[in-house]
């Protein structure tokens, strides 16, 4: 991308005070309690999140251990509802959904629209000590009595039955939504009003089109969540009969409230994912990206078209059988988006000058594990095949493959791809191919045998089952293990990196882009000169292009 900042412009900008990396600008802990550096802030939720990934990963492979004999293996009964519980809660809310806005959204869409920062800086910090707040209140159950509803927080058992610690759980939850709809404003205004001179919306990476549609889902979904879960710790506080139905309330009116942010929110989670696909695909085959409005516009057709497709989670719950129909129309219509993305990402892929390194790995996993999840979700979707397989393992392996397949695998592509940028430091490619192949294996293994198990008839969320069920459940627990071992080693890939890795280029994978014609880590204004942007970011000039 031709750009009046250069790389040897940054490169050589003073070692200390103004033009200093982010990291070394300013030493001390409470120059990172107080900062309003957005990169800063996004090293902070990646490591916040990282945090309560390993928690939420832990509590899986504790469960899977529990499944692997019919009975009880290692806890109770309580003790396991309230382990599957926490595992949801965290891994949903602490980790999903903001681990990729919150932690490469901060740090790189300033610099992918030539900013120097977000439009509001103070409220990025505020959004952070918020996340820290609801953090805090959901895992004090861990010390308070637990939780065991599920992380649906289902009525009337969350609200009349269990005396568990639904009220700080939902309370945290209710504050981490604050912190989502607050980085959700703060991206908007900042992709309208900071983009750099030259830079207009078709001209943006495609990153910055799936974050845009990624806000308007968490600023018109969250608050719906707020409402409902306020409306739940009312109802369990003061017995008020909103979803009683003894006091004329209705428990199936708590459903509609939860999914209809619920689905939407599995599009906050994927759709960052699905911008970061279109990242490493473009740079890593070095390719013009295939049908760039097309899978721009795609962002923004899922963003909207999730919001009328809540109530396929209902089809078992007595609604209507046009509202039924209606919404499995939906459901199909909703797949139309993610496979064009799907279809242009192969084939930009096509004659592509491909590098089979750790970022590309990871890309092409998530598009056969997303592939996988998107087909699988088609089943579900049809009304007769879903009244099989409504809450059986088949559900549960279906959305770990769009949620772990997809967001999660994307989010790890991500992260290899950037983090020379974020860190200033070259990992080994060889262990984080390693890492990739066994993440990869491994997820395999635990989550298809589970559609076996779904489509026999395995309930999901039972501590106990038939003996019938037990050789598919131990060998879907051999691949959690698996599984767990593939991000020890990314882990370990990533610490040696930090302590021994070698400096990195500025532009390593050769991207155009305006993160890579910053150094690397970048120096805390983002830029030695506002950039001008002449270019698209994907002109790659091959010849197979």
Not at 432 to 453: M, P, R
Not at 469 to 477: D, E, G, I, K, N
Request: hydrophobic share 50%; proline share 5%.
């Amino acid at each position: 991308m031709s750009q009046t900042v250069t790389t040897l412009d940054v490169n050589t900008a003073p070692a200390g005070g103004h033009g200093a990396d982010y990291i070394r600008a300013q030493s001390g802990i409470m120059s990172w309690l107080t900062t309003v550096d957005h990169k800063r802030i996004g090293l902070m939720y990646l490591i916040s999140t990282f945090i309560a990934f390993g928690m939420g990963g832990l509590f899986a492979l504790i469960l899977r251990l529990e499944l692997l004999t019919p009975k009880e293996t290692l806890m109770s009964a309580n003790t396991y509802n309230q382990m599957f519980t926490l595992h949801g809660a965290v891994m949903t809310f602490l980790f999903i959904i903001p681990s990729i806005p919150g932690a490469l959204g901060n740090f790189l869409l300033p610099i992918m629209i030539g900013a120097k920062d977000v439009a509001f800086p103070k409220l990025n910090l505020l959004s952070l000590y918020l996340y820290w707040i609801g953090a805090l209140f959901t895992l004090s159950s861990l010390v308070t009595g637990g939780i065991d509803t599920g992380w649906t927080f289902y009525v009337p058992y969350s609200s009349t039955v269990t005396t568990t610690s639904v009220l700080s759980v939902t309370f945290g939850v209710f504050i981490l939504g604050f912190s989502s709809v607050l980085t959700g404003l703060n991206f908007i205004v900042t992709m309208h009003k900071l983009r750099a001179p030259g830079m207009g919306w078709y001209k943006m990476p495609l990153m910055l089109w799936a974050i845009y549609a990624t806000s308007i889902v968490q600023i018109l979904a969250t608050p719906v969540l707020g409402i409902t879960l306020l409306l739940l710790i009312a109802e369990r506080a003061f017995n008020i009969g909103i979803f009683d139905p003894a006091l004329g309330g209705d428990p199936v009116l708590y459903q509609h409230f939860f999914w209809f942010y619920s689905h939407p929110a599995v599009y906050i989670m994927i759709l960052p994912g699905m911008g970061i696909i279109s990242e490493l695909i473009a740079v890593h085959a070095r390719r013009r990206i295939f049908g760039y409005k097309a899978i721009a516009f795609s962002s923004i057709a899922i963003a909207l078209v999730g919001f009328l497709v809540w109530g396929h989670h209902m089809f078992t719950s007595g609604q209507s059988e046009f509202a039924a129909i209606m919404f499995s129309f939906l459901t199909f219509l909703v797949a139309i988006p993610s496979g064009v993305k799907v279809f242009n990402w192969t084939a930009t892929l096509w004659r592509g000058s491909i590098s089979f390194n750790a970022p590309m790995l990871y890309a092409l996993s998530f598009l056969i594990l997303f592939s996988i999840g998107g087909l699988t979700g088609v089943f579900l979707g049809m009304l007769s095949v879903d009244l099989h397989l409504h809450d059986t393992y088949f559900v549960v392996a279906h959305f770990h493959y769009v949620m772990v397949g997809g967001t999660v695998i994307a989010f790890m592509g991500g992260l290899h791809h950037w983090w020379p940028k974020m860190t200033g430091k070259m990992y080994s490619e060889k262990l984080a191919a390693v890492a990739c192949v066994l993440i990869f294996i491994g997820f395999n293994v635990t989550f298809f045998s589970q559609f076996v198990l779904g489509s026999r008839g395995m309930p999901r969320r039972y501590y106990n089952y038939l003996d019938q069920f037990q050789p598919l459940h131990a060998f879907s627990t051999v691949g959690s293990w698996i599984l767990g071992t593939g991000f020890l080693v990314m882990t370990i890939c990533f610490i040696r990196s930090l302590r021994s890795g070698a400096p990195a280029p500025a532009n390593p994978w050769g991207g155009l882009s305006l993160e890579w014609t910053t150094a690397s880590p970048p120096i805390t204004e983002n830029f030695v000169r506002t950039p001008v942007v002449t270019k698209g970011a994907y002109d790659f000039n091959t010849e197979n292009a």
